[in-house]
DNA sequence: CTGGATTTTGGTATCGGTAACAATACTATT
DNA sequence: AATAGTATTGTTACCGATACCAAAATCCAG
């Protein structure tokens, strides 16, 4: 920059402002700067620019896994409105340990990120201490947690359950199975498996432990679900797959054993990913604002960090999912 | 910092020193310096480090589009060994533009990244005069370039293609058809429409232009190709889907429309993906080394950036594919 | 034409660290 | 015990930008 600024013969906070705000620089002095710029190869340097004016251009985001395809449409939107305000994303995985996720909300702090997104909504007392020390807006946005840190933008995963179960109830099922993740560390699998005993609840049914299984992620853990709940309870008229691509190995499986769906057995799901309406019979699932939710934290996380806007605090955004009947249940 | 230093009664330099090469502080000194930091909570700021030492932990990851599955492994690879040498991700879609990525490749050469990963090998020639001139490894890993920037760390997308239609020749099949996503600015669909040329004129088969199709992403597509495909050509007996999940929608598609396979044609497919081992009939692919590509990068990236690694200017890891044989074909 | 208001430009300190070298303390050797 | 050698700590300059305030240039009404 000093190069620029001797090139052009002026001073470089003038190079500083052509560049940065070029309103306030005279249209010869702009022009002039800019030509030196171009014949130098001049590239700024935004971690000294970060360092001197105390505000950077980066957001840094936790995911649990980064090779789980539901949060990519997520980052997808956070990612394209960002880009378009000239934000960069710095993106890490906690590997589902609010420890690990501790320890990189403190690295991105260190890098001096101007926001945070994280998808859990289960942190550390100590992370959270930093978070809220640092002074630095969040948005959490994998559920709506009961304490949020801040802020929020997500769908709730207890509603969503809750609304599916209530659906399987309403079309006559009566033993309805339900699977999910592992939910220790995972409060998204925990909300859903409340929402569904809620539902339960309120359709008169009776909880039984037998059919509420937690597994991995994967098709063969939906078929493997799939067979032990039939066999271990045959009267299972449906089954609720409240996680991952689970419905997709459970429905295979059904098809390997001859069994028919829904006439054996209902399927649903919980998010709509495009192969569950190709499949036959096509599954009846949830339709999921993942863009929208990153697009949407992209943009309050915006407000707060550029307009200053704190009256958006604490605001908690809950989007809309949409539940989709199909030939499944 | 100061603070950190003038209560342990040290200089700032011991605290530098303290945090960042333990080895060359009293064992007094260290236990002073760190109990310092804890009691005042001290977060170290990485942006005048880096500035100051001229060296950045960041790595800039340019993808062609966020929200594609066959990615993540990658990404999930890059992202493990990155972590564990304290190293950050700066991640940003380029949309298939070689002029995005130009910009984006400056704006992260703006960051200080230390290394670039492009998944792209098309980049415009400023792109790589830029490069060039930073200074900073590169590791392109999409595909083999012909002119590489610097490092490669790839499988061969003409071999892979290669590969199967011969596979495919080999098992007796003489007309067939290929799909691949729009080959405009990616050249890793490139290779794999000349890796099938090449296959064909090696296995004397005349290539007919009818059934060589184009088309973008998704189970629809491959759907529609499907069906695109046998009715202009119905004497076509096997089709090799070169991207994506096509084949995914193929193989519906048959079932659909009471095409046995691999009775009246043939299916395969390039990339490993978990579904297509379970459906029926399940499909024959390539497995690609996502995850090693990932984790290869990283690792051949941390030679240059670390131990100076010069030797490895240039050097092109091919990493190998296998192909699965299973009933589709 | 002049004085004050306004716009444009520049000088200097500073952001929070590290590099490079200087100074001091400690060890080992003869 | 003296000296060279090594390990530890401190001093100072600087990385490359921006903030803040001062100076110069421009504008405009009276």
Redesign the interface.
């Known amino acids: 920059m000093r190069d620029v600024a001797a090139r052009a013969g002026v001073s470089t906070m003038t190079v500083s402002r052509a560049l940065n705000e070029p309103g306030k620089v005279s249209e010869e002095m702009r022009e002039r700067v800019l030509r030196a710029v171009r014949e130098i190869?001049y590239?700024?340097?935004?971690?000294?620019g970060?360092?001197s004016s105390n505000r950077?251009t980066?957001i840094g985001l936790i995911v649990p896994?980064?090779?789980?395809?539901i949060y990519?449409?997520t980052?997808?939107g956070l990612?394209e409105v960002l880009?378009s305000s000239?934000f960069?994303?710095?993106?890490?995985?906690s590997g589902y340990d609010p420890n690990e996720e501790e320890e990189l909300i403190?690295?991105?702090?260190?890098?001096?990120v101007s926001g945070l997104v994280l998808h859990s909504t289960e942190h550390t007392p100590q992370a959270a201490e930093?978070i809220r020390?640092?002074g630095i807006p969040v948005v959490e946005n994998g559920n709506i947690p009961r304490e949020p840190l801040d802020m929020v933008v997500s769908f709730s995963n207890y509603d969503a359950s809750y609304a599916m179960t209530m659906h399987l109830g309403r079309l006559g099922y009566r033993k309805i199975a339900f699977a999910s993740l592992y939910s220790v560390h995972n409060d998204r699998s925990q909300d859903r498996l409340q929402g569904y005993h809620a539902a339960l609840r309120q359709l008169g049914l009776d909880p039984d432990p037998r059919i509420v299984l937690e597994t991995e992620r994967?098709?063969?853990a939906g078929?493997e679900v799939m067979a032990r709940v039939v066999q271990s309870v045959p009267e299972v008229d449906a089954l609720f797959c409240a996680g991952d691509?689970l419905v997709?190995?459970a429905l295979?499986e059904c098809?390997?054993r001859g069994w028919a769906v829904p006439g054996r057995i209902a399927l649903a799901s919980f998010d709509d990913v495009?192969?569950l309406?190709?499949?036959?019979p096509s599954v009846t699932t949830l339709r999921l604002p993942r863009y929208d939710i990153g697009e949407r934290t992209a943009r309050i996380l915006l407000s707060r960090i550029m307009d200053g806007a704190e009256h958006l605090r604490g605001s908690v955004v809950d989007l809309k999912f949409e539940l989709i009947q199909r030939e499944s249940t």
Chains 1, 2 share one sequence.
């Open positions: 190869g590239l700024p340097n935004h971690l000294a970060s360092l950077s980066t896994s980064i090779d789980n395809s990519t449409q980052v997808k990612s880009k000239g960069q994303l710095m993106i890490a995985e403190t690295v991105f702090l260190s890098h001096r930093k020390k640092s994967g098709l063969a078929a691509v997709v190995g295979f098809q390997k495009d192969l309406r190709h499949v036959s």
